[in-house]
């Protein structure tokens, strides 16, 4: 059976609050691991992943898009940089994407899908895409339910509402492409599990966002549901384990592809970057 071949690409750094990064972990502790700046913000990607087949090509993700003030560009240190530009490095353009998944709807994950056209109207960046998330995250990104005020924003949903198909629960998105609900950061989240050449790939979205998020406790302040996202995550966890699933971070700056390993001393798990380069 036809696999997928697939890329990683770097859509973007932009920085956010440790403190809110972390949740309930004391910064004593996270800042041994990761360094915060003057504003005690931590450096993140948007990574994401261009998958190939034949003559078929997904994006997952897109990253936080270029629609942003120059005084929001420096709150959040958003390279100048978006998805256009990591596509047009491997040769791709936007009209080529025939399917665009989206883990949730945060605007650092669908910012990229609209864009302001030379004329200043908002428009589709991937106009021959059908865009794919789960119908409960839709809702609630119409509805605004968020503890966070502005991360649903509808510009970025808005223009791209007609090629929006929501799915519900486990689905076979494509073939060799599945959708796995993984709730906690959002109700709606989804994990892709991807049928690679180079064996079963899951993108995690914002379950497993960078190395450092891997421990029992290690979750995001702007999760919707911290308990939720631990019993989630030992599930995800788990699951890699027993059937070998690699696994792509989302805001990992550095390493992002992973394994995963038991690790029987602390009755957890461990991540082990694979350096793909
Ligand atoms: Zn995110």
Not at 32 to 57: K, Y
Not at 102 to 126: I, N, Q, Y
Request: net charge negative; aromatic share 6%; glycine share 10%.
């Amino acid at each position: 059976m036809p696999q997928w071949n697939s890329t990683l690409l770097r859509a973007g750094s932009f920085r956010l609050d440790g403190g809110s990064m972390f949740g309930v972990v004391p910064r004593a502790v996270w800042s041994r691991l990761v360094s915060p700046d003057e504003d005690n913000c931590i450096p993140l990607q948007t990574n994401c992943l261009l998958l190939e087949m034949g003559g078929s090509r997904v994006l997952i993700e897109t990253g936080n898009g270029s629609k942003w003030s120059d005084k929001e560009r420096t709150i959040f240190g958003m390279q100048d940089r978006t998805i256009e530009t990591a596509l047009g490095e491997v040769g791709v353009s936007t009209d080529q994407i025939d399917l665009v998944i989206l883990t949730h709807l945060h605007f650092d994950h669908a910012g990229g899908l609209t864009r302001l056209a030379p004329g200043g109207e908002l428009v589709s960046t991937f106009p021959s895409a059908e865009i794919i998330v789960q119908q409960r995250e839709w809702d609630d990104a119409m509805a605004n339910r968020s503890t966070m005020s502005a991360t649903y924003l509808r510009s970025h949903l808005d223009p791209i509402a007609s090629q929006v198909r929501c799915i519900g629960g486990e689905t076979t998105i494509i073939e060799g492409i599945e959708a796995i609900p993984t709730p906690g950061h959002t109700w709606g989240h989804q994990s892709i599990l991807i049928d690679d050449v180079n064996g079963p790939t899951c993108f995690t979205g914002d379950l497993l966002p960078t190395l450092n998020h891997a421990g029992r406790s290690w979750s995001m302040g702007y999760d919707m549901l911290p308990h939720e996202t631990l019993l989630t995550k030992q599930r995800m966890l788990s699951q890699a384990v027993e059937n070998g699933w690699r696994l792509i971070l989302d805001h990992e700056p550095g390493d992002a592809v992973v394994t995963v390993e038991s690790d029987q001393r602390k009755n957890w798990f461990s991540l082990v970057p694979e350096q793909a380069g």
